[in-house]
């Protein structure tokens, strides 16, 4: 009973920690504030919509250790740390799309994929859009992830 109790908790705690909000200083909301004024975002319906009829990349910029907890599942998906965005981007994103593709970022929550939408469309990206609220939005609108 003891250990199912743990295992129990253990899960409660992860599941808890994977949504747990940023804790951002006034600075950095600043910075995401100014972030989201430059940049658009989509909604997990209109989203969802758009994956449907094929004309969507989706951008995954949480760290590897997310990626294993699951990813939004569609064949345009690209796994690319917000860290390293800058300096993998031409060969992860370049490889296979162009900069006028219709591109989607997302990460847990937002802030990182504000950050990283904002720096694509200053790198010459065209069409840059973020996921509002992240995979948290994403899984609380019904849909799933692998």
């Known amino acids: 009973m003891n250990k199912l109790l743990s295992m129990a908790v253990?899960?409660?705690?992860?599941?808890s920690m994977l949504w747990a909000g940023p804790k951002l200083t006034e600075e950095t909301m600043a910075l995401l504030h100014q972030a989201k004024g430059q940049t658009t975002a989509v909604t997990a319906e209109v989203l969802s919509k758009e994956m449907k009829n094929g004309n969507v990349v989706l951008i995954d910029v949480r760290d590897p250790d997310e990626w294993e907890q699951g990813t939004i599942t569609h064949d345009k998906l690209v796994k690319i740390s917000r860290g390293f965005l800058e300096v993998k981007y031409p060969k992860l994103i370049l490889d296979q799309y162009s900069k006028n593709d219709n591109l989607v970022?997302?990460?847990a929550?937002?802030?990182r994929s504000v950050f990283a939408a904002q720096r694509l469309q200053q790198l010459g990206f065209s069409k840059v859009r973020y996921l509002t609220g992240g995979l948290k939005h994403?899984?609380?609108?019904?849909?799933?992830?692998?």
């Open 10 to 15: 253990a899960a409660l705690l992860s599941s």
């Open 109 to 111: 929550l937002e802030p």
């Open 138 to 146: 994403w899984h609380e609108s019904g849909f799933g992830y692998k």
């Open 105 to 107: 970022v997302y990460c």
